[in-house]
Protein backbone atom coordinates (compact mmCIF):
# COMPACT_ATOMS: atom_id res chain seq x y z
CA UNK A 1 0.00 0.00 0.00
CA UNK A 2 1.36 3.58 -0.65
CA UNK A 3 1.11 6.45 2.03
CA UNK A 4 1.29 9.73 2.13
CA UNK A 5 2.27 11.84 5.23
CA UNK A 6 1.98 15.61 5.65
CA UNK A 7 3.15 17.43 8.72
CA UNK A 8 6.00 19.95 8.93
CA UNK A 9 7.08 18.37 12.65
CA UNK A 10 10.42 15.82 11.70
CA UNK A 11 9.75 14.09 14.69
CA UNK A 12 5.96 13.25 13.98
CA UNK A 13 7.00 12.20 10.28
CA UNK A 14 9.56 10.10 11.18
CA UNK A 15 7.57 8.35 13.45
CA UNK A 16 4.23 8.05 11.07
CA UNK A 17 7.30 7.24 8.61
CA UNK A 18 9.35 4.49 10.08
CA UNK A 19 5.64 2.84 11.30
CA UNK A 20 4.53 2.44 8.03
CA UNK A 21 7.30 1.12 6.31
CA UNK A 22 7.67 -1.32 8.76
CA UNK A 23 4.35 -2.34 8.03
CA UNK A 24 5.46 -2.43 4.09
CA UNK A 25 3.95 0.81 3.39
CA UNK A 26 5.29 2.94 0.63
CA UNK A 27 5.66 6.30 1.91
CA UNK A 28 6.06 9.65 0.31
CA UNK A 29 6.63 12.57 3.18
CA UNK A 30 5.48 16.49 2.46
CA UNK A 31 5.51 19.26 4.53
CA UNK A 32 2.76 21.75 2.76
CA UNK A 33 -0.47 22.25 1.13
CA UNK A 34 0.91 23.20 -2.05
CA UNK A 35 2.89 19.57 -2.04
CA UNK A 36 0.22 17.59 -0.96
CA UNK A 37 -1.57 19.09 -4.10
CA UNK A 38 0.52 18.37 -6.96
CA UNK A 39 1.10 14.66 -5.67
CA UNK A 40 -2.14 14.12 -5.31
CA UNK A 41 -2.21 14.79 -9.36
CA UNK A 42 0.23 12.74 -9.98
CA UNK A 43 -0.05 9.97 -7.79
CA UNK A 44 -2.41 7.56 -6.22
CA UNK A 45 -2.41 7.11 -2.39
CA UNK A 46 -4.30 4.38 -0.31
CA UNK A 47 -3.88 6.29 2.90
CA UNK A 48 -3.33 9.36 3.83
CA UNK A 49 -1.97 10.71 7.27
CA UNK A 50 -2.01 14.75 7.60
CA UNK A 51 -1.76 16.74 10.39
CA UNK A 52 -4.93 19.19 10.59
CA UNK A 53 -3.29 22.31 10.60
CA UNK A 54 -1.52 21.49 7.46
CA UNK A 55 -4.25 20.98 5.46
CA UNK A 56 -7.89 21.79 6.95
CA UNK A 57 -10.92 19.80 7.25
CA UNK A 58 -12.46 21.43 4.02
CA UNK A 59 -9.01 20.08 1.88
CA UNK A 60 -10.00 16.33 2.71
CA UNK A 61 -13.36 16.67 1.56
CA UNK A 62 -12.36 16.73 -1.96
CA UNK A 63 -9.97 13.51 -2.17
CA UNK A 64 -11.34 10.33 -2.56
CA UNK A 65 -8.92 8.35 -0.29
CA UNK A 66 -9.22 7.69 3.52
CA UNK A 67 -7.50 9.65 5.23
CA UNK A 68 -6.78 10.08 9.50
CA UNK A 69 -5.83 13.37 11.18
CA UNK A 70 -2.97 13.83 13.37
CA UNK A 71 -3.31 16.87 16.06
CA UNK A 72 -2.92 17.91 19.06
CA UNK A 73 -6.99 17.38 19.98
CA UNK A 74 -6.77 20.26 22.36
CA UNK A 75 -5.81 22.36 19.38
CA UNK A 76 -8.93 21.19 17.34
CA UNK A 77 -11.97 23.59 18.07
CA UNK A 78 -15.78 22.44 18.42
CA UNK A 79 -16.34 23.23 15.41
CA UNK A 80 -13.55 20.88 14.12
CA UNK A 81 -14.42 18.03 16.24
CA UNK A 82 -17.89 18.02 15.27
CA UNK A 83 -16.77 18.13 11.57
CA UNK A 84 -14.67 15.20 12.30
CA UNK A 85 -17.13 12.89 13.56
CA UNK A 86 -19.59 13.69 11.19
CA UNK A 87 -17.65 12.90 8.33
CA UNK A 88 -15.83 9.88 10.32
CA UNK A 89 -12.66 11.41 9.54
CA UNK A 90 -10.48 9.69 12.46
CA UNK A 91 -8.12 11.56 14.51
CA UNK A 92 -5.09 10.33 16.52
CA UNK A 93 -3.18 12.85 19.12
CA UNK A 94 0.39 13.92 18.52
CA UNK A 95 2.74 11.83 19.75
CA UNK A 96 1.07 8.88 17.57
CA UNK A 97 0.95 5.53 18.82
CA UNK A 98 2.40 3.48 15.94
CA UNK A 99 -0.08 0.49 17.40
CA UNK A 100 -3.24 2.91 17.07
CA UNK A 101 -2.08 4.37 13.55
CA UNK A 102 -1.98 1.07 12.44
CA UNK A 103 -5.07 -0.11 13.94
CA UNK A 104 -6.90 2.82 12.79
CA UNK A 105 -5.40 2.41 8.93
CA UNK A 106 -7.24 -0.90 9.16
CA UNK A 107 -10.58 0.39 9.77
CA UNK A 108 -10.35 2.89 7.73
CA UNK A 109 -8.41 2.18 4.64
CA UNK A 110 -9.64 -0.54 2.69
CA UNK A 111 -7.76 -3.25 1.22
CA UNK A 112 -5.50 -3.08 4.29
CA UNK A 113 -5.40 -6.57 6.70
CA UNK A 114 -2.14 -5.65 8.13
Known amino acids: ?14 LVRETLEFYDFSVIAVSSPEAL ?14 DISLTGIECLDSIDIPSIIMTGIKGL ?17 KPIAPTKLINTIKVHAQGYAG
Open 77 to 93: TTEERKTLFCRKIPFLA
Open 37 to 50: SKLLKKNKFDVIVA
Open 1 to 14: MKALIVDNDTASVD
